[in-house]
């Protein structure tokens, strides 16, 4: 239970990768308030077969007055946010740029940069006032990659890391650590409705030297692990857990 004593929120975790390292933290000791735009029931359920302790808070990630709203209320409930992980993204089908329209475009970019930024800012003075914030932001190994027809959602993914340096370095004297991590594509329920197919999921796994599909599973150990007092130095780090697609940043 090394998370005893921690609130973590997490975005877009009523399913997938939100789901899986909402269980995993309250399996860790950490109360969790699971924040999306759909009921997040499941998830609650999923916390409480582990004997943690949940609340769903329906919001758009993209709304200042609505994660205002749900930080005044995991606060009233939960206590201080110790821990925001920035989970909630858009992953578009694949799409070239003469077909990238700027509705398209601005969209990507909301979902997957604006609501980290928003997110950050709502919870910062929680965060701030518990002396012992973490901050974790979820990238992309396209950011490195680059794969085509994806440069709307590749730019919104390097973007994110250089929101984290950003981050890193003015909050580092708050006792707040951010960081990014960088998965493959990850095998989650909504993956179908992105067109990737499975000739494109074996072809990312050629390019894997631990040549093993990445389910929502494997990013919880260092989600974990990044929250822990353990990993207090480390801050404005990309971490890519690819199978070693990437193997310098």
């Known amino acids: 239970m090394t998370l005893t004593g921690h609130t973590a929120v997490i975005t ?47 919001a758009d990630v993209t709304s200042p007055e609505e994660l205002a709203a749900a930080a005044a209320r995991v606060q009233a409930e939960l ?40 997110a950050t800012k709502a919870f910062l003075p929680q965060l701030r006032a518990s002396g012992r914030g973490r901050i974790i932001n979820m990238s992309s190994s396209v950011a490195n990659v680059a794969p085509l027809g994806g440069v709307h959602y590749i730019a919104s993914k390097a973007a994110v890391v250089g929101l984290t340096r950003g981050l890193a370095r003015e909050l580092g004297p708050d ?40 389910t929502p599973a494997d990013l919880v150990g260092l989600v974990s692990y990044l929250c822990r007092h353990e990993a207090r130095l480390f801050t404005g780090q990309h971490f890519h857990l690819d ?7």
Do not use: K
Not at 243 to 249: E, K
């Open 12 to 58: 877009g975790a009523a399913r997938g990768i939100g789901r899986e390292i909402a269980t995993h933290l309250a399996r860790q000791g950490a109360v969790v308030a699971s924040l999306d735009l759909s009921s997040s029931d499941d998830t609650l359920a999923a916390v409480t077969a582990v004997g943690g302790r949940a609340i769903g808070v329906i």
């Open 243 to 249: 199978g070693g697609i990437v193997l310098s940043d």
């Open 175 to 214: 006792g707040i650590t951010v960081n990014a991590i960088a998965p493959s594509i990850v095998q989650t329920p909504g993956l179908a409705s992105t067109g990737i197919s499975r000739e494109i999921m074996d072809a990312v796994l050629q390019q894997q030297i631990v040549q093993d599909f990445t």
């Open 79 to 118: 206590g201080e946010a110790t821990i925001l992980v920035n989970n909630a993204g858009l992953h578009p089908r694949q799409t070239l740029v003469d077909d990238v329209d700027y509705e398209l475009w601005q969209r990507t970019m909301r979902v997957n940069l604006d609501s980290m930024f928003l």
